[in-house]
Nanobody, 128 residues
Framework: QVQLVESGGGLVQPGGSLRLSCAVSGVTLEDYSVAWFRQAPGKEREGINC????????NSIESMKGRFTVSRDSAQNTVYLQINNLKAEDTAIYYCAADLLGTYQVLCATAAFAYNSWGQGTQVTVSS
């Protein structure tokens, strides 16, 4: 059973940076893809990017490219989301989610319905 725990959120000023962490346990990391999502108050959950941990292939939502970067540390069983040049509209709860990879799967999914395992979320607030 995969378990996901996010951390690293907080209050940050506009223009600042954050690195969110998603600690993955209970499974072999390379059998999974991990995706990042966020949900702002009153809005639907939206995808940011994902990484196929078998081949380190990243798939990003077009509008999220540039300021959002996903990476992994296999030794720490952790997937990271680096967010640069934070803006007020980035204020949201950020979630990571995991999905078991198909045998020949290359692209990971950035849609929430594709994921069954979710972390509890970490709050990011961008304000001066």
């Amino acid at each position: 059973q995969v378990q996901l725990v996010e951390s690293g959120g907080g209050l940050v000023q506009p223009g600042g940076s954050l690195r969110l962490s998603c600690a993955v346990s209970g499974v072999t990391l390379e059998d999974y893809s991990v995706a990042w999502f966020r949900q702002a108050p009153g809005k639907e959950r939206e995808g940011i990017n994902c990484i196929n941990l078998r081949i380190d292939r990243v798939n990003s939502i077009e509008s999220m490219k540039g300021r959002f970067t996903v990476s992994r540390d296999s030794a720490q069983n952790t997937v990271y989301l680096q967010i640069n040049n934070l803006k007020a509209e980035d204020t949201a709860i950020y979630y990571c989610a995991a999905d078991l990879l198909g045998t020949y799967q290359v692209l990971c999914a950035t849609a929430a319905f594709a994921y069954n395992s979710w972390g509890q979320g970490t709050q990011v607030t961008v304000s001066s």
